[in-house]
């Protein structure tokens, strides 16, 4: 089945640098990879996400690569601000539709000194 | 939109005692997922359902868990007896068919003493 592999398990960066989070996955089949944002004892929410199709998606502040040959898949976090602070996790799905499951990586705790 | 909505929010019980807990997905949403976070982990697929069908149950420890999705919306998921190592947070999760992407409930927050 398929295994993420998350890194850093921890970051911490002034506000205002970039934040970089990359994960691996195993499973060549996966094509549908989104990024959760976990904050202290709230639920996980889903703030970006790509599909197998494209190389890069990007939202505001936020930005996805994806390189399916190597696989692996990074969450870009630019102007980084103290309300960023929080647990990421990637995830990835071996199908088109997005009810399958999402198998998780193990988080990131990113910490954003003001 | 309401959300999906879990109960209890919190829940602590003694070893060997029976739990059990509630998700109302959102409206419309024919998928439900159980998913348990440990301390410092990403979530951990339990369950999947596909209206009232169970379709991926293989990580579930059927021995002492149990889950039930009636008339394909609301679901509950039991442990009995419950143990030490079962202290976690519990999370459903739903999402329609095609649409990417699932909406996680606040979970329910086990601990066992």
């Known amino acids: 089945g398929e295994n993420v592999e998350q890194h850093p398990s921890t970051l911490s960066v002034q506000e205002g640098d970039s934040a970089v989070i990359k994960c691996t996955y195993s499973d060549s089949a996966s094509n549908y990879f989104p990024w959760y944002k976990q904050e202290l004892g709230k639920r996980p929410q889903l703030i970006i996400d790509?599909?197998?199709?494209?190389g890069e998606k990007k939202d505001q502040r936020i930005a996805v690569t994806l390189n399916k040959t190597a696989k692996h898949f990074s969450l870009h976090i630019t102007e980084t601000q103290p309300e960023d602070s929080a647990v990421y996790f990637c995830a990835a799905s071996p199908a088109n539709s997005g009810n399958t499951p999402l198998v998780f990586g193990k988080g990131t705790r990113l910490s954003v000194i003001a | 939109e309401a959300g999906v909505v879990q109960s209890p929010r919190y829940k602590i019980i003694e070893k060997k005692q029976p739990v059990a807990f509630w998700c109302n997905p959102i409206?419309?949403?024919?998928?439900l997922y159980w998913y348990r976070q440990n301390l410092g982990q990403g979530p951990e697929l339990l369950i999947r359902?596909?209206?009232?069908?169970?379709?991926?149950d293989s990580q579930l420890p059927k021995d002492r868990f149990s889950a039930e999705r009636l008339k394909g919306v609301d679901s509950t998921l039991k442990i009995q007896p419950a143990e030490l190592g079962d202290s976690a947070v519990y999370l459903c999760?739903?999402?329609?068919?095609?649409?990417?992407?699932?909406?996680f409930g606040s979970g329910t927050r086990l601990t066992v003493v």
């Open positions: 790509i599909r197998s199709n494209v």
């Open positions: 409206s419309g949403h024919n998928t």
């Open positions: 999760a739903s999402s329609l068919v095609g649409v990417s992407g699932y909406t």
């Open positions: 359902y596909e209206n009232e069908e169970a379709v991926d």
